[in-house]
Structures are given as structure tokens and as C-alpha cells.
């Protein structure tokens, strides 16, 4: 694999990765919820908490994020941005990478960070001035949903980018057999609670959030969130064991409600992945 195709999927990576910061399938429609959605009557104290913290992040619509990430010894970034889930994924994310082979890939193209633009039918990586120098000199990278298959394990890929929304992680915690309320504490100048728990794959409920962890090798999770008076989201740290290693990463959301505008990038400036990898001797399909 050359470098402008390793540089290709590495890009489609971390789009995900910094994306996964605020990762959900959101409930399908008609999926129950109460007691019946896979807890007994009996079910912790906790869970009317959480289930009013996921349909009120759900319902804010926007956000700011800024997450770390690291996934072994393959890739560690940084992603810092806005995004928008009312009617499908929205939003631009600056993604910065800090360490592993993937960026040490990525820093022998003169790309250390990049800028991640979401939109309903595809998504657009800026990848900067030396590595356009290198490929035609177009910056921007299209990546369009029903064309990220052919990168391998693209399928599962195109669908995490359309079904993301902020409150997995609450969503996953409704799941665990554990979850317990740890105290409350200050988390950005915000009173929060503390909620603690672990969830094992063939626990979680939502049969398409389910598949899809299972495709990307995860087996367990344990996760820590921080929901503030107003039953939002604040904070999560989430670790993970997957096939390939340890995943681990933490989140800080704030400012729900602003408002997300995302262009998509001048046409004279972008080329589609599959054309580049053509381009490079790689059959994209």
C-alpha cells in the first residue's frame, strides 16, 4: 500500500474515531422503553435518571465537543468541533493527531491535523497544502456514504457516519447490569452526577447499535458519564476492548442548542477518494 492510499483510509479512520466521541444509533422506531426494554421492574435507581438525560441530549439537537481518543498503538487524536443530529449527521470537526502509526503515516505527508466536514451524503477531509502539492493539488476529500464499502469493513463505517448522535454512551449505560450513581461532582463549571457501569455486547438492546459494535470486534465496555441539572450530557469516559486492543476515550460536550452551518468545500478544490485511489494504482472496489 502506497502512501496516498494509506493516507486515504487513515483519513476515513479518524473521521469515524473522531466522530465515535458522540457515537449513537439512537433508538429505532418503536423500540419499547420502561421496565420491558431489557430491565426488570426492579432495575437500578439510576435508570429513570438516564433514561431523561438520553431523551434530552437527544433533543437538544446541537453541541459542542472536544474529545481524545487513543486506539492502541494504531492512532491517538484529538477532535474539537460542532455538530448537529436533529434530521441526520451535521457538522465540521478539526482533528488533530497525536500519536501512533496511523499519524506517523499521515506526518510523512505533511498532514498533522485535519478538518472533518459532515453532511447527509458524505463527508469532506481537508487534508492541507503539502499533501494536495502531492496529489493534484486539490485540499479536500470526498468520501461519499454509499461509497465507503469499498474501503473493507465500509458498510458498518457508512452507517455509524449517518446514525450518530450524542447520547450512546447513555444509552449503553441503560444497558449494564451495574450502572450505579457514583456522587456529584464539578465537571467545566457545571454540578453534575456521576453515573458508573460496564456493558458487555450481547447486553445492549438496540439490535442495530448491537451489530455494529460486534462488527467493529468490541466485546465490552466500561463507561462513566456526567449529566448536569438540566439532564445533558457533560462529560463521558468510555473504554472499550476490542479485537485490535484497548480503545479508550473521553468527551466534554457544552454549549447544546448552538447554532451548526456546514458548506460543503468549492468543487474546483475536492476530488473523490475513489478517483484518487484510482489515480494511485488501487482499485477502490
Known sequence: MNRTTAAV????????????????????DGAPDGPEAGHPASAP?????????????????????????VMGSQLSLTADGLLAWRDGLSGSLTLRYTGGTAATTMRGLG????????????????????????????????????????LGGGADLAEQMRSTTPD?????????????AVGEETVDGRSTTHYSGTVTVGDVTDAGLRQRLR?????????????????????????????GGKVTQSAHYSDYGVKVAVR??????????????????????
Request: proline share 3%; with cysteine; net charge positive.
Open 9 to 28: 483510509r487513515v483519513a476515513a479512520v479518524a473521521a469515524l474515531t473522531g466522530l465515535a466521541a458522540c457515537t449513537s444509533s439512537g433508538a429505532p
Open 45 to 69: 435507581a439510576a435508570l429513570p435518571a438516564l433514561r431523561t438525560a438520553e431523551r434530552s441530549t437527544q433533543q437538544a439537537g446541537t453541541a459542542r465537543v472536544r474529545s481524545t481518543t
Open 111 to 150: 498532514v498533522t491535523s485535519m478538518q472533518a466536514r459532515y453532511l447527509h451524503d458524505a463527508y469532506y477531509a481537508r487534508m492541507g497544502d503539502a499533501f494536495a502539492a502531492k496529489t493534484g493539488g486539490r485540499h479536500w476529500l470526498r468520501y461519499g456514504y454509499e461509497d465507503l464499502k469499498s
Open 168 to 180: 450512546q454512551s447513555v444509552r449503553l449505560l441503560l444497558d449494564s447490569g451495574d450502572v450505579r
Open 215 to 243: 462488527s467493529a470486534g468490541v466485546t465490552g465496555e466500561s463507561l462513566d458519564i456526567w449529566i448536569d441539572e438540566k439532564n445533558l450530557l457533560v462529560k463521558k469516559v468510555e473504554k472499550s476492548s476490542t479485537a
Open 264 to 285: 460543503r468545500p468549492p468543487a474546483a478544490d475536492t476530488q473523490d477518494f475513489k478517483a484518487l485511489l484510482s489515480q494511485s494504482g488501487t482499485n477502490p472496489s
